[in-house]
Structures are given as structure tokens and as C-alpha cells.
């Protein structure tokens, strides 16, 4: 299927990462571990922590307002906002609904979308949608995510990965340029146990034996989730770019989910992208699941690395599991 939308752009990014910063030596002291494993296995050198008052809608109205004043939009003029995260404020009223309330967005229709470090491509592509078939003219979309309150500080395999951290996107009708002019999107929940929090949910709520068994932490078989990611973000770029008669070659600028300097290597190979193509900013912030390529989209921005015309291409997989790419003429 063909999907050129010719009428909705993104008219502004904005992002906020708590200050507190931990490096890979703070991690040295806490866990079995060593910076020198996590820069090769990884390319993390720090990432972020919320300080304990922030939640969640905290980091994603920064974000937000940040990207409302890059665009110099009024709050009154969003009407829709998209809040892509793992870890919501509550498990209800959605952190969208918080947000909302935070920033003064007192038009927009919110709601929470849930397809883990995928989540943000696939909010900006159903908040696209929306525009479309819609009387809306702006939406925002918001990866926001709170990592270090999921991950087991005990657990070596996956505390040194995640960070904390919000991206924001705005996107408008009636714009010249920053189309989406593709996308390709897939699920598979056959995979559904290889990253998941075991308890908290209806399957196994919260009780005593679920906490004494550390449930509510962040399990993943890092080998199974390695070979996913890097197979189907090649194959669903692809996609994604036949759908519109380009090719690798047409990429100006990859933006994929910030998870491993590795997987992210083996991509730009198997795509035959030179390392300067991929956008890359892991180092600083590690893992940030939804929130990473809206801050990589801004920071890209800001450094200058997208130009007028540029194919620009945003790819992610997660949990779920889940995955896709999302195809833009800048
Ligand atoms: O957004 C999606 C989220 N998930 C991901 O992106 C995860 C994708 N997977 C990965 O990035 C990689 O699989 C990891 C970084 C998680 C692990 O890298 P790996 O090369 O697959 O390492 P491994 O799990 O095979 O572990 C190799 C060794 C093991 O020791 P032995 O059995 O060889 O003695 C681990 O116990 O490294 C050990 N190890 C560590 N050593 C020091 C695992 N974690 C650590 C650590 N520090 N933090």
C-alpha cells in the first residue's frame, strides 16, 4: 500500500532528560560490572536518573513545553497528545490526561499508547492518522520513561542498559515538508515473554510473594531480544522504503531506537549505511525505550544533521514484541 500524506508535517521536537547523571563507574560501585564491559557490549557511557519528586508526566511536560516553545504554538492549539511509555504515572487516569493538565493543553483529546521502546513511531504514525481523518489540525506526541524505578539494581544484565529521559514531537496540517511519506509496522506476541515486568498487571498483581520475588522489575533474554532487533529494523526500514520506490541508498539520515551501539553497527552494515548516516547519541543517555528517538530527533535537528528534502527515517523494535519504521521526506 501506497502512503503518501501529503498535508500533515513535523513543525517542531523538543526534549528533557532529568540532570542527575550516572556513569559507568557510579555502576561499578553498585553492581558486578565494569565500564569497560558496558562501553564495548553496549556504547553506553551514562545515562540519566529522575530525582524522586519527578514522575513521569513531569519529564514529558518538559518535554512538551519545550517543544511548544521551539514551535511557538499555544498549548490551546493542540488537539490531540499521544503519550508513549512503559511506566505511566498510574495505571489510571493516563499520564497523557496528567500532562495535559500540566502543560494546559485544554483542547487536546489524550490518551496513553503502549508498544514499548516502539512506542513513539507508532504514536506519531496513529496521531498522523488521526490528523488525517479528522477535523485536528496539531497533535503532539510524547515518549516519556522512568527506567530507573523498572529495573532490578541488583540485576547486572539490565540495569546498565535503560536511562530516563522524554522526547516530544509536534506535527501539523497544512505544512511544506517533514512528511511522513511511509511507514512499515509489525507485532509478534509470540515473543511476548522475551522483555516484559511480570507482575503489577492482572496476571499477577501485586502482593507480597510478587515483591519478595523482585516481579516488578524488567526481565529480558538479551540474546533473543539482540537478534530480533537488528533482524527486523533492517527488514522493516526496507519495507518501508520499497513502499515509495527508494532504497538504502536514498537515506540521508537513520534514526533507530537507542538501545546498543552494536545492534546499531550491524544495521548500518546490513543496510550498507556509512556510521556517519545513523544517528547515534546511546553514549549519553542509554536506553530510553520511547522517549529515544524523539530525543535523538532533536538532537539531530539542533546538530544540524537534517536538511530540506532529506529522506530521514526513524526505525525502532520493543517489547511486545513490537517493531517498525516510519519513512519522512524532511
Ligand atoms: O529496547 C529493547 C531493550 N533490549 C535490548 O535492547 C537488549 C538487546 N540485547 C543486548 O543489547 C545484549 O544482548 C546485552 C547488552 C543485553 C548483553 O550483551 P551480550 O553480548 O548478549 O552478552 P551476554 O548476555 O551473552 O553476556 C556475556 C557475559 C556473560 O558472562 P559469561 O556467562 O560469559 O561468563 C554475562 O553474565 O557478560 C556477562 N554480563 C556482564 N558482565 C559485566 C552480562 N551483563 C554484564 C554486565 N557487566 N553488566
Known amino acids: 500500500m501506497k502512503n503518501s500524506h501529503n ?38 557511557e551514562e545515562r540519566r536518573i529522575a530525582n524522586v519528586e519527578e514522575a513521569t508526566s513531569d519529564l514529558a511536560t518538559k518535554a512538551g513545553l519545550k517543544a511548544l516553545q521551539n514551535t511557538n504554538i499555544p498549548p490551546e492549539e493542540i488537539d490531540l497528545l499521544i503519550i508513549a511509555t512503559h511506566f505511566p504515572d498510574y495505571h489510571f487516569p493516563s499520564t497523557s490526561c496528567i500532562t495535559q493538565n500540566k502543560l494546559g493543553l485544554t483542547n487536546a483529546v489524550c490518551f496513553d499508547l503502549s508498544a514499548a521502546c516502539s512506542g513513539s513511531i507508532y504514536s506519531l504514525f496513529v496521531a498522523e492518522s488521526m490528523l488525517k481523518n479528522s477535523n485536528y489540525n496539531t497533535a503532539m506526541i510524547i515518549g516519556s520513561e522512568i527506567f530507573s524505578r523498572t529495573v532490578d539494581w541488583e540485576d547486572r544484565d539490565t540495569c546498565v542498559l535503560f536511562g530516563d529521559g522524554a522526547g516530544a514531537i509536534i506535527i501539523k496540517k497544512d505544512q511544506i515538508g517533514k512528511k511522513i511519506i511511509s511507514f512499515n509496522f509489525g507485532s509478534d506476541g509470540s515473543g511476548a515473554d522475551l522483555l516484559k515486568i511480570p507482575a503489577g498487571g492482572s496476571k499477577l498483581p501485586t502482593s507480597i510473594k510478587t515483591l519478595e520475588q523482585k516481579q516488578h522489575f524488567i526481565k529480558m533474554e538479551g540474546k533473543k531480544v539482540y537478534k530480533f532487533a537488528k533482524k527486523m529494523m533492517v527488514d522493516s526500514v526496507i519495507q518501508a522504503l520499497d513502499e515509495v520506490d527508494l532504497t538504502r541508498k536514498d537515506i540521508d539520515l537513520l534514526i533507530p531506537h537507542q538501545a546498543n551501539i552494536r545492534i546499531l553497527k550491524a544495521v548500518a552494515k546490513k543496510l550498507h549505511l556509512p556510521i556517519e548516516k545513523i544517528m547515534i547519541n546511546l553514549e549519553k543517555y542509554g536506553n530510553t525505550s520511547a522517549a529515544s528517538i524523539p530525543i535523538a530527533l532533536d538532537e539531530a535537528i539542533s546538530q544540524g544533521k537534517i536538511n530540506k528534502g532529506d529522506i530521514v527515517v526513524l526505525t525502532a523494535f520493543g517489547a511486545g514484541l513490537t517493531w517498525g519504521a516510519i519513512v519522512i521526506r524532511w
Open 7 to 44: 498535508e500533515i508535517g513535523i513543525v517542531g521536537t523538543g526534549f528533557y532528560v532529568p540532570e542527575k547523571i550516572m556513569t559507568n563507574y557510579d555502576l561499578e560501585k553498585i553492581v558486578d560490572t565494569t565500564d569497560e564491559w558496558i562501553r564495548t557490549r553496549t556504547g553506553i
